[in-house]
């Protein structure tokens, strides 16, 4: 699949995927499926399981003609048929989703990258010691 | 890092082949005994300041370019692994500071009863050294790698004040811990080479960015391109990068001359060297020496007890995650080195396995991570929203780091097909969980559910067997004093080559349940100093 092909497929099958919830669209209707064929151009893995799960799956056509029960039930035998491919799929599907900032503030979470800010932790304390201290040595003598 | 311009056409001393836990320590402590010293390493150097934390798209590149496995990074200085046969797959990082760079800096060691199995339980074999005798040379590691942690652990021998106070164990890990308490089970601070103080040239306290596995951007993480490589260069070593060893070429009298390697540029070198020494991994150490057969030694170099890429160990990981409704930010502070439990470490006979395990508590991570991670991946569908706002920011994870005894029919054979990016043969794994190792998952896991419902999780979640979790390779060319039943010797010598060292997790005779690194790094120095001290001929 190529940033040229027609994502209205991918589209559909994201948006049964990561379905819309709150005020957010799923994950097709974020736009997201450029982004997917792109991340997966850049890596033959997982080139090779968005082609395998997209060729599995009915011609676009026929897969949105499907009502919601029906284009899971697509999904799922694809799912069932090649595990591997469409759990790798998931997975790139996943780490884009949770890339983008408007998910990040659904869920209320800073969406900052780990570095350079890091975070802030209360001092060691040294008083947790207070039981296992108590412990006498009980490692195997040799 | 700027280095003097060095012969290449000179015979140097000691060629090390790799420049990741071990090797950077003996290429250090040789070149500051005055040794002549040249590396040879397939990677290159990291840019701490580019690691992928500080780009938006890193739980992605943990799936790609900076996953631990090198089956999915596949970059040209990785190598291709067979594991079609194999129930764990082998991760490494190739590059200076090879798996240092994406370790999480756990640093337990091996307890007294580890060298002794075959004494004390019947299996596997002895170690030819003991704990005592390696202790000197843990104390040096971790004051040149900076150990954080405090002494007096009731499970493990005293040991010296570590150079740095624990790194915090936060309120999760506090939660855990008393956990531990009420059970009466052990547990303690871990101890880590992550800096909770500054210390090290140029290297600051850990900020807590949680995602010490994909390099650390502070430094504070210590890695070996930080901690030896520098003292090495400083005192001459030359290291060379990008440049991947064919094989180790010996002379007419079977003793090794040096190695033939291809260049950054792919050109075919040779270096001339009076001892080889390999620090290549308990999975890179076999390949070469399988890789470097010849007339002489025509089932490879080293293998006159055909032990060579036999016994591989790699510790079985297993896991338990709680869901805790209550708790918040579990993705602050180190990622997997917070406390440990001993609790199970030893042998029981009224269990039915022998040895034992230890516990690692593990944070949460970030939302994508949480969604494809864990026990299972977050279901797909109408469900997805739920089930990911129940796990994320409330998973907790207490890791089983299992005893992993060595068995033959586990071994790293070459690949009739397979090939690395510059067309030599790739290994292949073998391996099976064995019976022994189950049941002891098995223990871990109800106890481990335990801890998890005493510490107050809502959900308690099990991982049979971690597969991406081959972070330890042992075995495949093991120490001991009968040249029929082990590779090298205590000191590290190849029983059949004695100008040629091992001093990578090839060397293990059993693995024990924590960690290796600190005890590779202890066997890589005691080999130096063996080589500093007895074998004064190898210096020009």
């Given at each position: 699949?190529?940033?040229?092909?027609?994502?209205?497929l991918?589209?559909?099958?994201?948006?049964r995927?990561?379905?819309?919830?709150?005020?957010?669209?799923?994950?097709?209707?974020m736009?997201?499926?450029?982004?997917?064929?792109?991340?997966?151009?850049?890596?033959?893995?997982f080139?090779?399981?968005?082609t395998?799960v997209i060729g599995?799956?009915?011609?676009?056509?026929?897969?949105?003609?499907?009502?919601?029960?029906?284009?899971?039930?697509a999904?799922?035998?694809?799912?069932?048929?090649?595990?591997?491919?469409?759990?790798l799929?998931?997975?790139?599907?996943?780490?884009i989703?949770?890339?983008?900032?408007?998910?990040?503030r659904?869920l209320?979470?800073h969406?900052?990258?780990?570095?350079?800010e890091?975070?802030?932790m209360?001092?060691?304390?040294?008083?947790?010691?207070e039981?296992?201290?108590?412990?006498?040595?009980?490692?195997?003598?040799? | 890092?700027?280095?003097?311009?060095?012969?290449?056409?000179?015979?140097?001393?000691?060629?090390?082949?790799?420049?990741?836990?071990?090797?950077?320590?003996?290429?250090?402590?040789?070149?500051e005994?005055?040794?002549?010293?040249?590396?040879?390493?397939?990677?290159?150097?990291?840019?701490?300041?580019?690691?992928?934390?500080?780009?938006?798209?890193?739980?992605?590149?943990?799936?790609?370019?900076?996953?631990?496995?090198p089956n999915?990074?596949?970059?040209?200085?990785?190598?291709?692994?067979?594991?079609?046969?194999?129930?764990?797959?082998?991760?490494?990082?190739n590059?200076?500071?090879?798996?240092?760079?994406?370790w999480?800096?756990h640093?337990?060691?091996?307890?007294?009863?580890?060298?002794?199995?075959?004494?004390?339980?019947g299996?596997?074999?002895?170690?030819?050294?003991?704990?005592?005798?390696?202790?000197?040379?843990?104390?040096?590691n971790?004051?040149?790698m900076g150990?954080?942690?405090i002494?007096?652990?009731?499970?493990?021998p005293?040991?010296?004040?570590?150079?740095?106070?624990?790194?915090?164990?936060?309120k999760?890990?506090?939660m855990?811990a008393?956990?531990?308490?009420?059970?009466?089970?052990h547990?303690?601070?871990?101890?880590?080479?992550?800096?909770?103080?500054?210390?090290g040239?140029g290297?600051?306290?850990c900020?807590?960015?949680?995602?010490?596995?994909?390099?650390?951007?502070?430094?504070?993480?210590?890695?070996?391109?930080?901690?030896?490589?520098?003292?090495?260069?400083?005192?001459?070593?030359?290291?060379?990068?990008?440049?991947?060893?064919?094989?180790?070429?010996?002379?007419?009298?079977?003793?090794?001359?040096?190695?033939?390697?291809?260049?950054?540029?792919?050109?075919?070198?040779?270096?001339?060297?009076?001892?080889?020494?390999?620090?290549?991994?308990?999975?890179?150490?076999?390949?070469?020496?399988?890789?470097?057969?010849?007339?002489?030694?025509?089932?490879g170099?080293?293998n006159?007890?055909?032990?060579?890429?036999k016994?591989?160990?790699?510790?079985?990981?297993?896991?338990v995650?709680?869901?805790?409704?209550?708790?918040?930010?579990?993705?602050?502070g180190?990622?997997?080195?917070?406390?440990?439990?001993q609790?199970?470490?030893?042998?029981?006979?009224?269990?039915?396995?022998?040895?034992?395990?230890?516990?690692?508590?593990?944070?949460?991570?970030?939302?994508?991570?949480?969604?494809?991670?864990g026990?299972?991946?977050v279901?797909?569908?109408?469900?997805?929203?739920?089930?990911?706002?129940?796990?994320?920011?409330?998973?907790?994870?207490?890791?089983?780091?299992?005893?992993?005894?060595?068995?033959?029919?586990?071994?790293?054979?070459?690949?009739?097909?397979?090939?690395?990016?510059?067309?030599?043969?790739?290994?292949?794994?073998?391996?099976?969980?064995?019976e022994?190792?189950?049941?002891?998952?098995?223990?871990a896991?109800?106890?481990?559910?335990?801890?998890?419902?005493?510490?107050?999780?809502?959900?308690?979640?099990i991982?049979?067997?971690?597969?991406?979790?081959?972070w330890?390779?042992?075995?495949?060319?093991?120490?001991?004093?009968?040249?029929?039943?082990?590779?090298?010797?205590?000191?590290?010598?190849?029983?059949?080559?004695?100008?040629?060292?091992?001093?990578?997790?090839?060397?293990?005779?059993?693995?024990?349940?924590?960690?290796?690194?600190?005890?590779?790094q202890?066997?890589?120095?005691?080999?130096?100093d063996?080589i500093?001290?007895?074998?004064?001929?190898?210096k020009?």
């Amino acid at each position: 699949m190529t940033l040229n092909s027609d994502t209205s497929l991918l589209s559909a099958a994201l948006d049964r995927v990561i379905p819309p919830v709150d005020d957010l669209p799923g994950a097709g209707g974020m736009g997201l499926a450029g982004e997917v064929v792109k991340r997966c151009e850049a890596d033959s893995r997982f080139n090779a399981a968005l082609t395998t799960v997209i060729g599995a799956l009915p011609s676009p056509n026929d897969f949105t003609a499907l009502d919601d029960e029906g284009q899971d039930g697509a999904l799922r035998t694809v799912e069932s048929s090649d595990p591997d491919a469409f759990g790798l799929w998931l997975d790139v599907v996943y780490a884009i989703y949770y890339m983008q900032p408007a998910v990040h503030r659904r869920l209320s979470w800073h969406g900052r990258t780990p570095q350079p800010e890091g975070n802030v932790m209360p001092p060691w304390d040294e008083s947790v010691l207070e039981v296992a201290r108590q412990r006498e040595p009980f490692w195997r003598q040799v | 890092m700027t280095q003097p311009i060095h012969n290449p056409d000179r015979t140097a001393d000691v060629l090390i082949i790799g420049a990741g836990a071990s090797g950077a320590a003996v290429a250090a402590s040789l070149s500051e005994a005055g040794f002549d010293v040249v590396c040879i390493e397939q990677g290159h150097w990291q840019d701490s300041f580019k690691f992928p934390t500080t780009e938006p798209d890193w739980e992605l590149r943990s799936m790609s370019s900076w996953s631990i496995n090198p089956n999915k990074r596949k970059l040209p200085e990785d190598y291709p692994i067979n594991v079609e046969n194999s129930a764990v797959d082998p991760v490494m990082f190739n590059g200076v500071g090879g798996s240092t760079i994406m370790w999480v800096a756990h640093t337990p060691r091996l307890h007294p009863s580890d060298f002794r199995v075959k004494s004390l339980d019947g299996v596997a074999e002895d170690w030819p050294i003991s704990y005592e005798d390696l202790e000197p040379w843990y104390d040096l590691n971790d004051q040149v790698m900076g150990c954080a942690g405090i002494a007096g652990d009731p499970a493990n021998p005293p040991r010296s004040e570590r150079p740095m106070p624990p790194v915090p164990i936060g309120k999760d890990g506090e939660m855990i811990a008393g956990a531990f308490d009420r059970l009466g089970w052990h547990w303690w601070p871990s101890d880590n080479y992550v800096n909770s103080t500054r210390y090290g040239e140029g290297r600051d306290a850990c900020n807590f960015c949680g995602h010490n596995m994909m390099g650390c951007y502070q430094r504070a993480k210590a890695s070996t391109d930080l901690t030896y490589w520098p003292r090495a260069i400083a005192q001459g070593a030359e290291l060379v990068t990008g440049a991947r060893v064919r094989e180790i070429t010996t002379g007419a009298d079977g003793r090794a001359t040096g190695v033939n390697y291809l260049d950054s540029e792919g050109n075919n070198r040779h270096r001339a060297a009076r001892a080889v020494v390999m620090a290549a991994n308990g999975v890179g150490t076999p390949r070469l020496l399988l890789l470097s057969d010849s007339d002489k030694h025509p089932n490879g170099l080293a293998n006159s007890s055909g032990l060579v890429g036999k016994n591989l160990m790699f510790h079985v990981y297993a896991g338990v995650s709680g869901v805790f409704p209550d708790h918040e930010e579990p993705w602050v502070g180190p990622v997997a080195n917070i406390i440990l439990s001993q609790e199970f470490y030893e042998t029981d006979p009224d269990r039915d396995f022998v040895r034992g395990y230890s516990y690692q508590m593990a944070r949460g991570q970030g939302p994508g991570a949480t969604a494809r991670s864990g026990p299972k991946r977050v279901s797909w569908g109408q469900n997805h929203h739920a089930e990911l706002g129940r796990r994320f920011g409330n998973t907790l994870n207490l890791g089983v780091i299992g005893d992993d005894l060595p068995e033959e029919h586990n071994t790293v054979t070459l690949d009739d097909r397979l090939k690395d990016s510059s067309g030599l043969p790739a290994p292949k794994i073998t391996y099976r969980v064995s019976e022994n190792s189950r049941a002891l998952l098995d223990h871990a896991l109800v106890q481990g559910q335990a801890v998890m419902e005493e510490a107050g999780a809502s959900e308690v979640m099990i991982n049979q067997l971690s597969r991406e979790a081959g972070w330890h390779l042992m075995g495949t060319a093991r120490m001991g004093d009968d040249p029929e039943r082990s590779v090298v010797n205590g000191n590290g010598q190849s029983h059949d080559i004695d100008n040629l060292f091992i001093v990578d997790g090839s060397v293990f005779v059993t693995g024990g349940a924590v960690n290796p690194t600190p005890t590779i790094q202890a066997i890589a120095l005691r080999t130096a100093d063996y080589i500093t001290n007895e074998r004064k001929d190898l210096k020009a």
